[in-house]
């Protein structure tokens, strides 16, 4: 349709004439048009959002279908296609069901398999450790009997909190993966659990000695002398060895110089043994200048109560 075919005023006219004679340089179209060169960048991008969304739709509607289906074979497949794109959430729901409806058939084995891997990706690694440990007692015989054990004690590696915490997994995933070393004695997997093993015991290690170091600042020191050496006890080659037995002799000092006087003599006696344990270990230390000051003073000590007591 023309502008001269419309019925409009005069002022709206001029404007629309000005606008017509008024091309853009760089567009090369009058500011009337100009908008229409975005109608095909809208357009294509209506239809893509458009495809995307049937695609959706059309994706859920088949997945709930499946969830409803009675073909199990179907249903499987369906399954693991989901598994290996990675769908993990929308993949446990069949396996769940698949795991119960192929109890005792051959199926069992690979449905519970995948069931397992899937809690694992999905990072629930107390049920994963759960599902690998069961699938390696009821299928000893399988394929992937030695990997679903290793897995079980793995994902106790994976759920074993930082020191600060409870470590319960921790102390169980080292159980469990000793367990698989004697069990499988020849796999190619004893090296990497022994790195594991390395990296839980440093954990309980780091968090027996944070625990000791708490009780010294604490000013409790009977309890940080214990478990300064039930720390070198438990792990005589831990990192925390140097310090540790400097600071098991400290405290042992310490004790005495806050102890009754019928206890002082003893305990200075156990602080002079520890003083000598320290530096038969470490004779050059950062710490030997107040080690060696800290045994003058108890000497001095041992000698009063000596001459106290010949007195």
Request: proline share 2%; charged share 25%; with cysteine.
């Given at each position: ?158 759920d074993s909190p930082e020191y600060s915490l409870d470590q319960t997994n ?69 990192i925390y060895r140097e310090e540790s037995l400097f600071l098991a002799f ?62």
């Open positions: 349709m023309h502008l001269n075919s419309l019925s409009i005023g005069s002022s709206t006219a001029k404007s629309i004439g000005f606008i017509q004679e008024h091309r853009s340089p760089v567009l090369g179209v009058g500011f009337g048009n100009s908008f229409s060169i975005f109608a095909p960048v809208f357009s294509g991008r209506f239809k893509f959002l458009a495809i995307l969304l049937v695609g959706a739709v059309l994706s859920s509607c088949h997945y709930n279908k499946m969830l409803k289906s009675t073909d199990l074979e179907a249903k499987q497949a369906f399954a693991i296609k989901l598994y290996n794109k990675k769908k993990y959430y929308k993949a446990l729901p069949l396996f769940e069901e698949l795991i119960t409806m192929f109890r005792g058939t051959k199926k069992s084995e690979m449905t519970y398999y995948y069931y397992a891997y899937t809690n694992y990706y999905l990072e629930d690694y107390e049920t994963a450790a759960y599902d690998f440990g069961n699938f390696a007692t009821s299928f000893p015989a399988s394929q992937y009997a030695e990997e679903c054990a290793y897995m079980h004690a793995y994902c106790y590696f994976l921790t102390v169980k995933a080292l159980n469990e993966l000793q367990l698989f070393i004697d069990q499988f004695p020849h796999s190619s997997r004893i090296e990497e659990c022994n790195k594991l093993i390395d990296q839980l015991r440093y954990k309980l290690e780091t968090k027996d000695y944070e625990n000791a170091k708490l009780y010294y600042h604490m000013q409790e020191y009977k309890s940080s002398y214990t478990a300064f050496k039930n720390l070198l006890k438990d792990y005589p080659a831990t400290k405290s042992a000092f310490l004790l005495a110089e806050n102890s009754f006087e019928a206890k002082k003599s003893e305990r200075y006696g156990i602080a002079m043994t520890s003083y000598s344990e320290f530096t038969a270990a470490y004779p050059v230390s950062k710490f030997r200048k107040e080690a060696d000051g800290i045994a003058d003073d108890c000497k001095k000590r041992i000698e009063k109560l000596n001459a106290m007591t010949l007195n």
